[in-house]
Nanobody, 124 residues
Framework: QVQLVESGGGLVQAGGSLRLSCAAS????????MGWFRQTPGKEREFVSA????????YYADSVKGRFTISRDNAKITVYLQMNSLKPEDTAVYYC?????????????????WGQGTQVTVLS
């Protein structure tokens, strides 16, 4: 059984930064792609970013491009999301996701494992 545990969420002023971490444990899927999604009440889960196993391929939503950076440490089976220049509209619960396949995708239905989520609140 795979577990994904996010950390690093919190409260920050607009323009500030946060770094989210997602540590994986359990069945090894270290060669799988991983991603970040976010969700606000009443809305569907939204793709934020994803990274291939090698780290050589990354995808970003247009809304975060240039402000967020995804990275991973395969030795620790951990993925990170560095979030800079945060805006109030970035406020959401952020979820880490993993998939067995190494191919990077944007669709939430294509991910096999999910974390419990971490709240990010950006104050204006």
């Amino acid at each position: 059984q795979v577990q994904l545990v996010e950390s690093g969420g919190g409260l920050v002023q607009a323009g500030g930064s946060l770094r989210l971490s997602c540590a994986a444990s359990g069945r090894t899927f270290s060669r799988g792609a991983m991603g970040w999604f976010r969700q606000t009440p009443g809305k569907e889960r939204e793709f934020v970013s994803a990274i291939s196993w090698s780290g050589g391929t990354t995808y970003y939503a247009d809304s975060v491009k240039g402000r967020f950076t995804i990275s991973r440490d395969n030795a620790k089976i951990t993925v990170y999301l560095q979030m800079n220049s945060l805006k109030p509209e970035d406020t959401a619960v952020y979820y880490c996701a993993g998939r067995v396949s190494p191919r990077v995708v944007r669709g939430s239905d294509d991910y096999d494992y999910w974390g419990q989520g971490t709240q990010v609140t950006v104050l204006s």
